[in-house]
C-alpha cells in the first residue's frame, strides 16, 4: 500500500490532536500501519497546531513540503499559511469559517477576505473540499465538535484506508459517552459534504 | 486500570513516544521515577504522576533537574531501578552531578532521558546532548522509533545494571511527541526496596576514592564498547560501495529515500542506536566496504567525527562527509525531502522531487503564541508599564510569561535560561546605572532563581525581582511546584511560602501584589521599584487555565458598552487581550474567550466595559 500523507493544520483548542489520535486508533485497528507526530509546544497559547498522520509503510512521521496527499484545515487562514505541503495534485479540505489571531486586533496585518483564500487555493491546489465546517459543528450541537466534523470530511474523501464504519467504533471507544451522539452526528454532517464532492 | 500497566504481552498500543518510555521502564521494573518538567520530556514525568498510586512507582516533581537526578540515582544506588526524566537544556542544570556520579556508578539500573529539541520548538537552544555521552564516559542509546523508545528503556537498564553505571536515553522531539504503534512485553516484578550498606572510603568522592573510580569509570567504558560492537541495536542493512551512518529519527528518512530512489540495492546502511561508546569494528568493518560514505545525523557532527578517526586508524582515506555546504546543516531538524535530495546529490543519482505549491500569498498575519485572555501575568505587565514605562531594563525567565517579550507588553528586554533573570539582573544594574526589574515565575524561582535572590541581597544590588506566583508550572501543563500544596491532587505535599523564603533571608522590602487590582498594583509596584536595595514583589493570582482543572468557574463575561466607548482603544493597544477583536471599527469582546479578569475595564478611560448579565 502506498504511505498516505495528511497534514493537519488548527488553531490551538480546536482539537486536532484529537481528530489525528482517532485516526491513529482507527488505522491501528484496521492493521494499517500509522505514525503520527504533532507540534504542540506552546499549542494551548493560541498558536498554530500542527500534526502530520502517515498512513501506510513509510518509516518517517513527518511530512515535507510539497509532500501533502491530504491537508486539511480547520481554519482558513491556517490552512493557507501550510498551503506549501500540497502539491498541485494534493487534496485540500478545510472549514471557511475564519478565527482571526489577535495580531489583526492590534493591528500588526490584516486578515485577508475568505473569498480570496478560497481562489487563492483553489488556483494552486487543484482538488478542494472548502466549507463552514464550524456551522455544521454548531449544527451537531456545540462548535466543540468541529473536529469531528472535519474527521467526516475526511472520510468522505474515499482517500484514507480507513471506512468511515471504522473511524465512527473509533470515536464510540476512545471519546467521551456524553458526547457520543453529537460526536456522531458532527462525523456525518462533514462526511456527507465531502462525499457529495468528491462524487 | 491505567492501560499502560496492562500485563498482556503482545499486546498493540497507539502510543506517545513519552508513553512508550513509561512503558519500558514499568516493564523494566522500575521502582523510582522523577523529573523537571520541560517539553519535550514533559509526558514522561505527568504519565508517572497520573499511574503512581496504582503502579506502585514512587514519583517526584523535583525542585529542578539536579535535584531531580539526586533523588533517583540514589535510588538506584541503593539498588533499586530509577528513571529521570529532563530536557536537553535541564541536564545543563544537572551536568555537575551527572559527572560525577559516572565515577561514583549505580547499583540497581539507572536511566535519565534527555529530550532533545532540534530546531527549537519549544526551547530557547537546540544543543546535541550525545555529546554528554563523551563528556561523561556514560553509554547513549538513540531511538529511531517510538517501539523502540520503549524497547531501548527496558533495554537501558539491564545495561546500566550490567556495566553499574547511568546509562543516557537521548530522544528528540520527533520521537517525544510523536504516536506510533508499540507492542507490550511482560512486566519484570522487581524489589522496590533497596538497601544501603555503609562504604563511605567507596562512596565518598574526596580525592583518593576519585582517583581509583576514575579508572573504574574508565574500565566501564571499555565494557561498554564491547557491548556496543554487539548490540541489536547497531545493525548493517543492504550493501553496496556507498555507505550512509545514520542514527536516531534521520535513520527514518534515510530509509524512506532510498526506497524513494530506488537506491536499496546500492546503498549499505549502518544504523547506530547505542551511540556511545560507538561500535569500533562494526564501523570499521562497513568502511572497509565501502568507496564513499554519507553520515546523516541532526545537529552536531557526532558520529561524523566519531567514524573519521576510526576511518584513520584503519588508514582508510574514502571521503566520509556530513555536515557541510551541500550537504547536512548543524542548524534545525531534518526533513524527509531534505535528506533524500543531500543522499541523490552526494551520490550523483536524479531525485524525483513533488513540487511544492508555492507560498507566494502576501501578509498573512502572524498567529504568535500570546498570554491567554485572564492571564495574570497581563497585568503585572501592564501595571509594570505603567508605573514604570520603558525605565528600567527587563530582564525575564523561562516560563509562559517569557511570551510578555511582545508587543505591546515589551516586558522582556532579555531572557536565556531558567533562573537567569535576577543574576544578569545585577550584573546589568551594575554595569549601566540603571534600574533592573527581573521576571521569574513561581516554578522557576524554585529551580534556580534563589541563588540569584540571595546573591543580589549579599552583594547589595538596586534591583526588583518580581516573583509572579501562579501556583503552578503552566507553561509545561501545570505540573506542582514546591509551592503548590498538592491536597486537591490527593497528595500531602505541602506548599512552601514564597513570603516566608524572601523575608527570611533579610529582604528590606517585599510587597504582595494582587495584579487584578490594577491601581494598587502600580501603586506597589512604584514603591518597590522606588526603594534603594534589593525589593521583591509577588504577584500573586492563580493559572486560571490550571484553576479550571480542579474547579468550576463561574463564567462572567464583558461587553464594550458603545454608547460610552469613544474608541481611545487603551484596552486593545495596552493590553492586546486575544478575547479583543474588532468588529469593523469597533473593539469588540469575544465571549467565548472572556473569563471576566476585569483587567480591561480597569484601564478603559469612559468606563465603557460592563459585566454582562444573563440573558443580555
Known sequence: MDTIRIVIVAVGGQGNLLASHLLGEAALAHEVPVQISEIHGMAQRGGVVESSVLLGKARSNVISSGEADILVGFEPLETLRAIGKCNKDSMVIYNTAPLPPFTVAIGMGVYPPVEETVELIRAKVSKNIAFDASSLARQAGTLLSLNMVMLGALAGTGMIPISADMLKQTIGEKTKKAFLEMNLKAFDLGYSVSAGAVN | ?616
Open chain 2, 1 to 616: 486500570m491505567n492501560e499502560l500497566l496492562l500485563d498482556s504481552p503482545e499486546k498493540k498500543m497507539l502510543l506517545l513516544g513519552n508513553e512508550a518510555i513509561v512503558r519500558g521502564a514499568i516493564e523494566a521494573g522500575v521502582a523510582v521515577a522523577t523529573c523537571y518538567p520541560g517539553t519535550p520530556s514533559s509526558e514522561i514525568g505527568d504519565t508517572f504522576f497520573k499511574i503512581q498510586k496504582e503502579s506502585g512507582v514512587y514519583f517526584e516533581y523535583a525542585i529542578n533537574e539536579k535535584v531531580a537526578m539526586e533523588v533517583a540515582a540514589a535510588a538506584a544506588l541503593a539498588g533499586v531501578r530509577a528513571i529521570c526524566s529532563m530536557k536537553h537544556v535541564g541536564v545543563n542544570v544537572a551536568a555537575d552531578f551527572l559527572m560525577s556520579l559516572a565515577y561514583e556508578g549505580v547499583k540497581g539500573g539507572f536511566v535519565l532521558v534527555s529530550a532533545d529539541d532540534p530546531s527549537m520548538f519549544s526551547s530557547q537552544n537546540e544543543q546535541d546532548n550525545r555529546i554528554y555521552g563523551k563528556f561523561s564516559g556514560l553509554p547513549v542509546l538513540e531511538p529511531s522509533s517510538i517501539a523502540e523508545a520503549k524497547e531501548m528503556t527496558r533495554y537501558a537498564f539491564e545495561l546500566s545494571e550490567m556495566l553499574q553505571e547511568p546509562v543516557i536515553l537521548r530522544t528528540t522531539t520527533r520521537i517525544n511527541h510523536s504516536t506510533g504503534v508499540v507492542a507490550l512485553g511482560p512486566i519484570a516484578r522487581k524489589n522496590h526496596l533497596g538497601t544501603f550498606p555503609k562504604e563511605p572510603l567507596r562512596n565518598t568522592l574526596i580525592p583518593s576514592v576519585s582517583t581509583k573510580l576514575h579508572k573504574l569509570l574508565l574500565a566501564n567504558y571499555d565494557k561498554a564498547a564491547g557491548q556496543s560492537d554487539t548490540s541489536p541495536y547497531n545493525f548493517v542493512f543492504g550493501e553496496g560501495k556507498w555507505g550512509i551512518i545514520t542514527s536516531g529519527i534521520s535513520f527514518n528518512y534515510v530509509t524512506d529515500a532510498l526506497q524513494d530512489l530506488d537506491l536499496t540495492s546500492r546503498v549499505g546502511v549502518l544504523r547506530i542506536g547505542f551511540s556511545h561508546p560507538l561500535p569500533d569494528k562494526m564501523i570499521k568493518d562497513f568502511i572497509a566496504k565501502c568507496d564513499k560514505i554519507l553520515i546523516a545525523e541532526e545537529l552536531e557532527p557526532y558520529l561524523e567525527e566519531g567514524v573519521k578517526v576510526k576511518a584513520q586508524e584503519i588508514g582508510s582515506v574514502i571521503p566520509i562527509r556530513g555536515k557541510g555546504e551541500g550537504l547536512f546543516s548543524r542548524a534545525y531538524e531534518f526533513s524527509p525531502s531534505m535528506v533524500r535530495k543531500v543522499i541523490a546529490s552526494y551520490f550523483g543519482v536524479d531525485c524525483p522531487d513533488k513540487e511544492a505549491v508555492s507560498v507566494d500569498v502576501p501578509n498573512i498575519p502572524q498567529r504568535p503564541p500570546n498570554l491567554c485572555a485572564g492571564c495574570p501575568h497581563r497585568a503585572t505587565y501592564a501595571a509594570m508599564r505603567q508605573a514604570c514605562g520603558d525605565e528600567p531594563i527587563y530582564t525575564n525567565d523561562i516560563g509562559c510569561y517569557t511570551l510578555g517579550v511582545l508587543p505591546p507588553l515589551s516586558m522582556s528586554d532579555i531572557s536565556i535560561c531558567m533562573g537567569a533573570s535576577i543574576g544578569m539582573g545585577a550584573g546589568l544594574g551594575k554595569a549601566t546605572g540603571r534600574k533592573v526589574v527581573s521576571f521569574i515565575g513561581d516554578s522557576t524561582f524554585f529551580h534556580a532563581g534563589i541563588p540569584g535572590l540571595i546573591n543580589a541581597l549579599h552583594n547589595g544590588h538596586d534591583q526588583t525581582v518580581v516573583i509572579m506566583d501562579n501556583g503552578t508550572t503552566s507553561m509545561t501543563g501545570f505540573q506542582p511546584d514546591p509551592g503548590t500544596a498538592m491536597e486537591n491532587m490527593g497528595f500531602n505535599n505541602l506548599g512552601v511560602s514564597i513570603e516566608a523564603l524572601v523575608t527570611g533571608i533579610g529582604v528590606k522590602h517585599v510587597a504582595v501584589v494582587k495584579p487584578f487590582k490594577f491601581k494598587k498594583t502600580v501603586e506597589q509596584i512604584r514603591e518597590a521599584v522606588a526603594f534603594k536595595g534589593l525589593s521583591v514583589i509577588i504577584s500573586r493570582e492563580i493559572c486560571p487555565m490550571y484553576e479550571k482543572t480542579f474547579k468550576k468557574q463561574e463564567k462572567r463575561s464583558y461587553f464594550v458598552d458603545h454608547g460610552k466607548c469613544k474608541n481611545h482603544r487603551v484596552c486593545l493597544n495596552t493590553l492586546a487581550c486575544p478575547a479583543f477583536y474588532l468588529k469593523g471599527e469597533q473593539v469588540e469582546i469575544d465571549d467565548s474567550s472572556c473569563i471576566g479578569c476585569t483587567l480591561c475595564v480597569q484601564v478603559c478611560p469612559e468606563n465603557a466595559i460592563r459585566l454582562k448579565k444573563i440573558g443580555e
